[in-house]
């Protein structure tokens, strides 16, 4: 596995782990519709979660939350709607973002951010 999806398996664990902390129900990871893809499900009673999780070694690139680009947030928003459809048990939906830097094997920075709008 090449080191950019070591490291960005690692950050999605950890962001699986900080969730069901916080009391979420880690219903998929890397949920596929299509071509779109969103990296964790979580659930908590009527709310189905949908977070993507951005990984980094270094900010030479810039922060990872920079790395969310329109297209990849309009992909995300059409991929809960797809899950919302097919899981009609849900009656509301949030989207999350949650952004790790990881410098060897120390997390030097966490960051979630809750229920933002696109």
């Not at 690139?61 to 990849?72: D, H, L, N, Q, Y």
């Given at each position: 596995?090449?080191?950019?999806?070591?490291?960005?398996?690692?950050?999605?664990?950890l962001?699986?782990?900080?969730?069901?902390?916080?009391?979420?129900?880690?219903?998929?990871?890397?949920?596929?519709?299509?071509?779109?893809?969103?990296?964790?499900?979580?659930?908590?009673?009527?709310?189905?979660?949908?977070?993507?999780?951005k990984t980094?070694?270094?900010?030479?690139?810039?922060?990872?939350?920079?790395?969310?680009?329109?297209?990849?947030?309009?992909?995300?928003?059409?991929?809960?709607?797809?899950?919302?459809?097919?899981?009609?048990?849900f009656?509301?939906?949030?989207?999350?973002?949650?952004?790790?830097?990881?410098?060897?094997?120390?997390?030097?920075?966490?960051?979630?951010?809750?229920?933002?709008?696109?």
């Amino acid at each position: 596995m090449a080191k950019h999806n070591e490291t960005g398996e690692k950050g999605e664990s950890l962001a699986a782990k900080m969730l069901q902390e916080k009391g979420y129900a880690i219903l998929h990871r890397n949920w596929r519709c299509g071509h779109k893809e969103v990296d964790i499900i979580a659930s908590c009673g009527d709310l189905a979660l949908f977070v993507e999780v951005k990984t980094r070694s270094s900010t030479r690139m810039g922060f990872p939350e920079e790395a969310i680009s329109p297209r990849k947030m309009r992909l995300l928003q059409e991929a809960a709607q797809a899950f919302m459809e097919e899981h009609q048990e849900f009656q509301r939906m949030q989207f999350d973002v949650v952004t790790f830097l990881i410098r060897g094997n120390v997390v030097t920075e966490v960051q979630h951010l809750e229920d933002i709008l696109f």
